[in-house]
């Protein structure tokens, strides 16, 4: 009994660390620069990001062990970024809601105007506090 | 008959706690609980505008809440007589604590009654909890002030 | 979101491991046991180790009663981060956990709609 439910954990515990890596960015043309720093983090298996005239959203999958660091995790990347894209405004966060609230957009395929809305309802949103 | 035969006797009709399988239980009921209170978390982000770091406040008041209908129908004792610690530590522990009480002095009048024995159980925990988060904070505090440490 | 489950539930199951070591080694009562985990949380958080553990473990981190420590001296040390050393005191009165609010709201409300039972703790 007890080693049955053990069992059961643990192909629980290794199916989910096998997930398949999602990767995206959009809108996908400009995504030549982004992808490079995105591409060498070790500490993430995925991420979700998006790209308008003024602000960055990226969100991340952070490794499951690697969550004990994931406010210096999303500092080191948000800098990464800042130091290639100096005049755009960067939000990075491993926060799941925000990760379910970009991949909307990206899923409605939003454009200009509704974008720029979603996009500051996000910010809105990481800012809050308990 | 000295004091170690004496104790030989104590400890043989003492019936032995199943220490490992109490704790067993406690993690299982535990875990159970705290499995619940992630799946509330999950719902309150999916379909309100909660991230991780603000779900955690309705997710406890939604489990006090469940703490409430469970300890008014009498069904918290029974996972409280499996789960031991594993039902007393999550906050549904706590709302046990305090909503008996309340149920329990009801007859008194709810000044005296429920207002006066609310916290009979769980006052320590406040009392502890804002002590200590008063201590912590000013030792902290003075330690930044005196550049020990930094935020 | 199978993982954030199976850590919840392992680490808020250890909590509880600990809280019942309290009650069989150190044979503590269970009002004990919650006061020594409440002030564990506070002191954890004051070398600001809760946060992470939350990240990690999400509900397997803010169900437990450890957390009610942490969230009174976080807002404590909130304050003191603005205001120095008065920001303590000031921060002190305005903290509040979501728990003790809705334990009194539901207590009152069990209150009213359930009767009493020969034991309900």
């Known amino acids: 009994m007890k080693k049955s439910l053990f069992v059961f954990l643990m192909v629980l515990l290794l199916g989910a660390c096998s997930s398949e890596k999602e990767k995206v960015i959009f809108p996908s043309d400009n995504s030549s620069s982004l992808k490079p720093i995105m591409q060498k983090q070790d500490t993430i298996y995925g991420y979700k990001s998006v790209i308008n005239e003024e602000d960055i959203l990226v969100a991340i999958n952070i490794n499951r062990f690697d969550r004990f660091n994931k406010a210096k995790i999303e500092k080191k990347i948000t800098k990464q970024i800042e130091k290639q894209f100096p005049e755009k405004k960067v939000l990075v966060t491993g926060d799941q809601k925000l990760m379910w609230e970009v991949e909307t957009i990206i899923e409605k395929k939003l454009k200009q105007k509704e974008l720029k809305k979603s996009i500051e309802k996000i910010k809105l949103l990481s800012k809050e506090e308990t | 008959m000295d004091q170690q035969q004496f104790q030989k006797i104590v400890d043989e009709k003492n019936p032995k706690v199943p220490f490992f399988m109490n704790i067993l239980k406690a993690f299982i009921v535990g875990g159970i609980i705290c499995t619940i209170g992630q799946l509330i978390t999950f719902f309150y982000m999916r379909f309100f505008p909660f991230t991780e770091g603000t779900a955690g406040n309705p997710t406890v008041a939604t489990l006090v809440f469940i703490a409430m209908i469970l300890t008014g129908t009498g069904l918290y004792k029974k996972i409280a007589q499996i789960g031991g610690a594993g039902s007393a530590v999550p906050v549904t522990g706590f709302g046990n604590a305090v909503i008996s009480a309340a149920i329990e002095h009801k007859s008194e009048g709810y000044v005296l009654g429920v207002g006066g024995n609310m916290f009979k159980l769980a006052g320590s925990v406040i009392l502890f909890g804002v002590l200590s988060a008063f201590v912590v904070a000013l030792i902290k505090t003075i330690l930044v002030n005196i550049g020990v440490v930094s935020w | ?121």
Do not use: W
Not at chain 3, 26 to 33: C, R, Y
Not at chain 3, 56 to 79: K, R, Y
Not at chain 3, 94 to 118: D, M, P, W, Y
């Open chain 3, 1 to 121: 979101m199978i993982s954030s489950l199976v850590t919840a539930f392992i680490v808020g199951g250890l909590i509880c491991v600990v809280g019942q070591i309290f009650m069989d080694v150190f044979k503590l009562t269970p009002a004990h046991t919650l006061s020594t985990l409440v002030v564990l949380g506070s002191i954890l958080d004051g070398f600001g180790l809760y946060e992470p553990l939350i990240d990690f473990a999400g509900a397997g981190a803010t169900v437990p009663i450890t957390s009610f420590g942490n969230s009174l001296t976080h807002g404590a040390l909130a304050e003191a981060e603005k205001h120095g050393l008065i920001g303590v005191l000031t921060g002190m009165f305005e903290v509040t956990s979501s728990g003790i609010s809705s334990a009194i709201l539901f207590g009152v409300i069990g209150a009213f709609i359930f009767q009493k039972r020969k034991t309900t703790y």
